[in-house]
């Protein structure tokens, strides 16, 4: 049985080769919430101010997207594309794949920030002349976007989260780096709870970078949705 | 064979794995629920040790990817002497999990309902458990209903994780059926079909569960 001590050493010494792993992660994590606020923002905007059909349409689409388990999506990506015709690589099968949940969760999150900007402020937008378009892309999809930042945040922490899934694909990420330096090491508990550290440093990182931009966004007495008293 | 014909032929093995994905969301959503109660109850109204434990369990719980755990569950501890099947392994690591995200629901209920409550019931001659059983709990489980609900849908579709550590449930025989007939798109269809289905009807039933439980006026505090 090691020691406590050299087990630490271990884990510390097997860092540059997570490393790899981790970097793949952080790539799929950027590239899928991309993608998800690519498609995401389009449709919570389509949402508000789209008309029935359309509300009703990516109410649809988010709902469908959101009762499917994240892997059954990615395995539909992957290994069911094929049989229609489509080979997509496993990164990018993956990428889609979270980036198409993301976007149906990052649909209402701006939704909910469109919403919570008061309509006067579309009213004022026209009535000093601006056409909805104008008005909507000016003043209120700037105000919506810092409003969304603190759910947004959340979203990152979940993508962050689910890059682990990319693994059932053969991507080889934070996780499936560790398994294979356990192939070679056996040394599964060290190797897995260094990784288990990896994404939690990661996940605090994350957090504190994106409050730290919240932070530098925000408009004192704004941010409650009440505006200036 | 036409896709309706396929998918009829493939119903009968994925209902099997579909029993063992709904046990393992029944048992998980059991322990998530006794477990996060505890936690919320330990870090509101722990001594420091005891709430300090709590408050580390959630993070270090909510801050790493499910996947992670289960590995650690499953490949990790056979290492240490401890063996456990793929579903012992799915039913601990799902449980584990799902406690640290049903705490945080908790506590948000819990710190919902004002302090004035707590303090009236010492006021009264309640002793500090007392109060906690009888005045605030039966107050934050109606409030924590919506959240646990949605809990609940979560813990359904990440039952879809134990195939990865090799577990019985809805996926492992979807992806059994599709290297054997190589229909993988049709199978992964019907899949995410009876997902989609359980899961509407899920959350209409838990819908009128909330309807059912609701006090006017009270979320409104």
Known sequence: ?229 | MSFFNFAWSILPSLLDGLQVTLILTAVGIVIGTFLGTLLALGKIYGNKPVSWFCRGYIELFRGTPLLVQLFILYYGFPAWGLRLSPIMAAIIGLGLNSGAYSAEYLRGAIQSIGGGQMTAARSMGLTKSKSILYVVLPQAFRLVIPSWSNELIYLLKYTSLAYIINAPELMGHAKIIGAETFRYFEVFAVVAIIYLVIVIFLTQILDFVEKFTRIPGFETR
């Open chain 1, 1 to 229: 049985m090691t020691s406590f001590i050299e087990n630490l050493n271990f884990g510390w010494s097997i860092l540059p080769a997570l490393l790899n792993g981790t970097v793949i992660t952080l790539e799929l994590t950027f590239f899928s919430l991309l993608l998800g606020f690519g498609i995401g923002l389009p449709l919570g905007i389509g949402q508000v101010y789209g008309g029935n059909i359309v509300s009703r349409a990516i109410s649809v689409y988010e709902r469908v997207v959101r009762s499917i388990p994240l892997l059954v999506i990615l395995m539909l990506v992957f290994y069911g594309l094929p049989s229609v015709g489509l080979n997509l690589p496993a990164f990018l099968a993956a990428v889609i794949g979270i980036g198409v949940r993301s976007s149906a969760y990052q649909s209402q999150i701006f939704r909910g920030a469109i919403q919570s900007i008061k309509s006067g402020q579309l009213l004022a937008a026209r009535s000093v002349g601006m056409t909805r378009m104008q008005a909507i892309r000016d003043i209120t999809i700037p105000q919506a976007l810092r409003r969304a930042i603190p759910p947004w945040t959340n979203e990152f922490t979940i993508v962050l989260k689910d890059t682990p899934l990319a693994y059932a694909l053969g991507v080889v990420e934070l996780l499936r780096k560790g398994r294979y330096i356990i192939y070679s090491t056996f040394k599964p508990m060290v190797v897995f709870i260094t990784a288990a550290l990896i994404y939690f440093v990661l996940t605090r990182a994350g957090n504190s970078l994106l409050d730290y931009v919240n932070e530098r966004l925000k408009i004192p007495g704004y941010e409650s949705g009440r505006g200036m008293r």
